[in-house]
């Protein structure tokens, strides 16, 4: 079974930066896309972004573009998200989830960690 485990949330000043971390464990983890959600109070859950398995490449949303970068490091059985140039409207709960190469559903999501920017 995989399991999930983010950390590095936190409190921020605007402007700031936070890196988030993403275990991986269950499975073999280079066989999986790993990705990045977030869901702020009374919002739905959006995509930030997603690298594929061996890091090669990168999709993100508009809104972090050119802030948050994502990156993995597959002997570790880890992804990261570094978040620069933070906002307010950034703050929310981050999953990381995992889905098979060639698959669009995710199978496996994370507990979430807390990121909260202040003004």
């Known amino acids: 079974q995989v399991q999930l485990v983010e950390s590095g949330g936190g409190l921020v000043q605007a402007g700031g930066s936070l890196r988030l971390s993403c275990a991986f464990s269950?499975?073999?983890?280079?066989?999986?896309?790993m990705s990045w959600f977030r869901q702020a109070p009374g919002k739905e859950r959006e995509f930030v972004g997603t690298i594929s398995w061996n890091g090669g490449s990168t999709e993100s949303a508009e809104s972090v573009k050119g802030r948050f970068t994502f990156s993995r490091d597959n002997a570790k059985n880890t992804v990261y998200l570094q978040m620069n140039s933070l906002k307010p409207e950034d703050t929310a709960v981050y999953y990381c989830?995992?889905?098979?190469?060639?698959?669009?559903?995710?199978?496996?999501w994370g507990q979430g960690t807390q990121v909260t920017v202040s003004s």
């Open positions: 989830a995992a889905r098979r190469r060639f698959q669009s559903n995710y199978d496996y």
């Open positions: 269950g499975r073999t983890f280079s066989s999986y896309t």
